[in-house]
């Protein structure tokens, strides 16, 4: 395995109020996030994702485990201090303007103050605030705070970000460009640890995800693998009136549409229907494995979790 | 260490700066510290101790009501609102933002300080034709006071809201200047070294109507000002890192 930038080993965590009894938010969960990764966390809601993140980043005192960021103790300020956070919603002082909420950030992250306004002229424009540099945030939308999140975390040139619900108050264009944000880190090699509702985003952009459910993990691993259905392909042909005999035969979930048939089969008839198609002078445009979407396996992942907690 | 402490103290002073109750509050300190003279019936010969006594009491509650004001509600408006995660996440300990708030609210309380006495020297040599140095012996102990109990104040705010803040930090002011009421019987004398009190303070009388604080007294001040708010300050920190944000 390649060096984990991120290591949650055995989190957990109860709240204990005196008086009322003891609510366990995590009960035992473990993530390694590969360097240069993207990496998606996802739950539905009361999981605990966020109470993950919160433990990762010493802002929830841990019942058990270890947290380490870049192999240095997380849950300690200087084990933090390569790390960009994104809350859920943040929020900052109201008072201060793009610039200078920007200056207090970077300051308090250990930027050299002569490189602060070069870096934020950059990012803010790279999140599309360039013409908000000077306006309070007073009068910023949810969507213009949620972008100067993420260019706050961006200072100081973090190893690794963790963004918790990044597109959250964002339009399609923000979402995208959240997406490519993501992308282009990655590519700087830069370690992404994502916690996201929008199953489209993680599906888009994570090369490994981890599912937590009550407080658990139900599933992990590499993206494709998880969604990947063992045993099928899928196929889109064209150029074909009706499909051939031999291929309805064994084609399930057949649509058509635009003159694009789109079925999956058993991976080992593959060849045959490649011929059927052939014989029928129909033109293959793609052989896929099938794939689940991630709304789907998500959606029976967690079915099949509660179930098991049910019985 | 600093590094980190020192934006976040700024951030105070310039968020506090902005806010109105601290221009408010001293305009009207202000007000009144020019209708002083106005008092009638002052003996001949003690007006302008008459004059300090009175500011020295209008600086201390100016200070107590701009110190309240800003050190009651800094931290707990700072948990509800989650700014402070993204000052945490950034490599802060929480005993840096604590100590960092608490320095801003005293570099605040500094200002208007001494905003303040310069206006009551000001009114006083007008009125009497007499430099008031002596107020700013005053202003220092005032000063050291506010310290301390912006300490204890921004300490409670770590675990609970402004109105218990508030209360809590009254009560603290009533019991550290009852020392010799509470415990004035001679039974209760042997407690008088543990009690946490803030008479070292109470220099009106050298002030006012003496010859000044002599400066052996001005350096136990200190001492009792960095021991009571670094006392203040730990048990704060304490409880803030064992908070749950």
């Given at each position: 395995?390649?060096?984990?930038?991120?290591?949650?080993?055995?989190?957990?965590?109860?709240?204990?109020?005196?008086?009322?009894?003891?609510?366990?938010?995590?009960?035992?969960?473990?993530?390694?996030?590969?360097?240069?990764?993207?990496?998606?966390?996802?739950?539905?809601?009361?999981?605990?994702?966020?109470?993950?993140?919160?433990?990762?980043?010493?802002?929830?005192?841990?019942?058990?485990?270890?947290?380490?960021?870049?192999?240095?103790?997380?849950?300690?300020?200087?084990?933090?201090?390569?790390?960009?956070?994104?809350?859920?919603?943040?929020?900052?002082?109201?008072?201060?303007?793009?610039?200078?909420?920007?200056?207090?950030?970077?300051?308090?992250?250990?930027?050299?103050?002569?490189?602060?306004?070069?870096?934020?002229?950059?990012?803010?424009?790279?999140?599309?605030?360039?013409?908000?540099?000077?306006?309070?945030?007073?009068?910023?939308?949810?969507?213009?705070?949620?972008?100067?999140?993420?260019?706050?975390?961006?200072?100081?040139?973090?190893?690794?970000?963790?963004?918790?619900?990044?597109?959250?108050?964002?339009?399609?264009?923000?979402?995208?460009?959240?997406?490519?944000?993501?992308?282009?880190l990655r590519d700087r090699g830069v370690t992404v640890l994502l916690s996201s509702h929008q199953l489209s985003e993680v599906e888009a952009v994570c090369d490994q995800v981890t599912i937590l459910n009550r407080g658990s993990v139900a599933a992990e691993g590499d993206i494709n693998a998880l969604l990947n259905v063992d045993g099928r392909t899928s196929v889109r042909a064209m150029n074909m009136a009706e499909l051939p005999p031999q291929v309805v035969s064994v084609a399930e979930e057949i649509a058509v549409s635009g003159g694009m048939w789109v079925f999956s089969m058993p991976t080992e008839q593959t060849r045959a229907v490649v011929d059927a198609i052939d014989e029928a002078g129909g033109t293959i445009a793609a052989i896929t494995p099938k794939r689940e979407s991630l709304d789907d396996y998500f959606a029976a992942l967690l079915a099949a979790h509660t179930e098991d907690v049910a019985s | 260490m600093m590094k980190r402490i020192w934006p976040i103290a700024t951030a105070v002073m310039m968020d506090s700066l902005r806010r109105k109750v601290v221009y408010v509050v001293l305009g009207f300190a202000a007000l009144l510290v020019l209708a002083i003279p106005s008092l009638p019936d002052y003996g001949l010969g003690v007006e302008s101790a008459v004059f300090r006594e009175v500011a020295l009491a209008l600086s201390y509650v100016t200070g107590l009501v701009v110190v309240l004001s800003l050190a009651a509600n800094r931290v707990p408006a700072e948990l509800e609102k989650r700014t402070v995660y993204n000052v945490l996440a950034k490599g802060v300990s929480r005993w840096e933002y604590l100590v960092g708030t608490w320095l801003g609210i005293l570099g605040v309380m500094a200002g208007a300080i001494v905003a303040f006495t310069a206006i009551e020297m000001v009114v006083g040599y007008f009125t009497y034709g007499e430099l008031m140095w002596r107020l700013w012996e005053g202003a220092l102990a005032t000063w050291f006071e506010m310290g301390v109990v912006s300490a204890f104040a921004v300490a409670v705010s770590s675990v609970t809201g402004p109105v218990v803040v508030v209360t809590a930090a009254l009560a603290a002011l009533f019991i550290g200047h009852s020392r010799s009421t509470l415990l004035g019987g001679e039974g209760a004398m042997a407690l008088r070294p543990f009690y946490p009190s803030l008479d070292a303070f109470n220099v009106v009388n050298p002030v006012a109507h003496g010859s000044g604080v002599p400066l052996v007294y001005m350096l136990s001040m200190v001492v009792v000002f960095v021991g009571f708010a670094g006392a203040c300050l730990s048990v704060g920190v304490l409880l803030l890192s064992r908070r749950d944000l």
């Open positions: 395995m390649a060096d984990a930038a991120i290591s949650v080993q055995g989190a957990r965590k109860v709240y204990s109020t005196p008086g009322k009894p003891k609510r366990t938010a995590v009960s035992n969960v473990s993530i390694q996030v590969e360097s240069g990764t993207i990496h998606g966390l996802l739950g539905p809601n009361g999981a605990g994702k966020t109470t993950t993140l919160k433990m990762l980043l010493g802002l929830v005192r841990p019942t058990g485990g270890t947290f380490e960021v870049l192999g240095m103790d997380s849950t300690r300020p200087s084990g933090r201090r390569r790390v960009g956070f994104l809350p859920e919603q943040p929020y900052f002082p109201v008072n201060l303007t793009a610039r200078q909420a920007m200056r207090f950030y970077g300051s308090l992250g250990g930027v050299d103050a002569a490189r602060i306004p070069e870096r934020t002229t950059a990012l803010l424009a790279r999140v599309g605030l360039a013409d908000a540099e000077r306006t309070e945030l007073s009068k910023f939308s949810r969507g213009m705070l949620q972008r100067l999140g993420i260019a706050q975390a961006l200072l100081g040139d973090p190893e690794v970000v963790i963004l918790d619900e990044p597109a959250s108050g964002l339009d399609p264009v923000g979402q995208r460009d959240v997406r490519n944000l993501m992308l282009e | -």
